[in-house]
T-cell receptor, first 112, second 116 residues
Framework: QKEVEQNSGPLSVPEGAIASLNCTYS??????FFWYRQYSGKSPELIMF????GDKEDGRFTAQLNKASQYVSLLIRDSQPSDSATYLC????????????FGSGTRLLVRP | GAVVSQHPSRVICKSGTSVKIECRSL??????MFWYRQFPKKSLMLMAT?????????EQGVEKDKFLINHASLTLSTLTVTSAHPEDSSFYIC????????????FGPGTRLTVT
């Protein structure tokens, strides 16, 4: 089992819809969770991070964390074609090295 | 978000030469920085953790003598690809961990290395 799992997609949604991206992780000791967006040919960009159970909202983005079920999700409201990218879920490692364990990413396509 | 710069953005070199890539944290002092490589349409692969003032910690399978990392200051880490070969051609990306937050990582824009 991979430490951080994401569906590779592509997830295709129409413009204006809600895109829901999911991620599961295996280490119950993980404490911090991150979502990055990566456009093709570019480096990852941090969108949100969350460490408490529940929802965290920032503009059109909402991160949801459920530690009991070991999943974290990212909702994108009013999806725009410019949101089309690969979204990477990352979880902090159990040790003190500050390493992040990345999922392989979900490709999102927002259709105009 | 915080700004991390990386230089050069693109480099082409001949086989056998060495290439140095610089990574600078502009908004905060980063005691810990990371180096990744990414092949087209593939996942990020962590190469090493760069610790200010101490030796880098390399991931399994990464040759420390080939990929030299130096983290001489709190804002600068360098990666030198020594005796580069065509199979070293890749997208190299650094990141800096923010000690003032959750140690979230901010990525540099990446360096595309092509070895001919």
């Amino acid at each position: 089992q991979k430490e951080v799992e994401q569906n590779s997609g592509p997830l295709s949604v129409p413009e204006g819809a809600i895109a829901s991206l999911n991620c599961t992780y295996s280490d119950r000791g993980s404490q911090s969770f991150f979502w990055y967006r990566q456009y093709s040919g570019k480096s990852p960009e941090l969108i949100m991070f969350i460490y408490s159970n529940g929802d965290k909202e920032d503009g059109r983005f909402t991160a949801q964390l459920n530690k009991a079920s070991q999943y974290v999700s990212l909702l994108i409201r009013d999806s725009q074609p410019s949101d089309s990218a690969t979204y990477l879920c990352a979880v902090n490692g159990r040790d003190s090295s500050y390493k992040l364990i990345f999922g392989s990413g979900t490709r999102l396509l927002v259709r105009p | 978000g915080a700004v991390v710069s990386q230089h050069p953005s693109r480099v082409i070199c001949k086989s056998g030469t060495s290439v140095k890539i610089e990574c600078r944290s502009l908004d905060f002092q980063a005691t810990t920085m990371f180096w990744y490589r990414q092949f087209p349409k593939k996942s990020l692969m962590l190469m090493a953790t760069s610790n200010e003032g101490s030796k880098a910690t390399y991931e399994q399978g990464v040759e420390k003598d080939k990929f030299l990392i130096n983290h001489a200051s709190l804002t600068l880490s360098t990666l030198t690809v020594t005796s580069a070969h065509p199979e070293d051609s890749s997208f190299y990306i650094c990141s800096a961990a923010n000690p003032g937050g959750l140690y979230e990582q901010y990525f540099g824009p990446g360096t595309r290395l092509t070895v001919t």
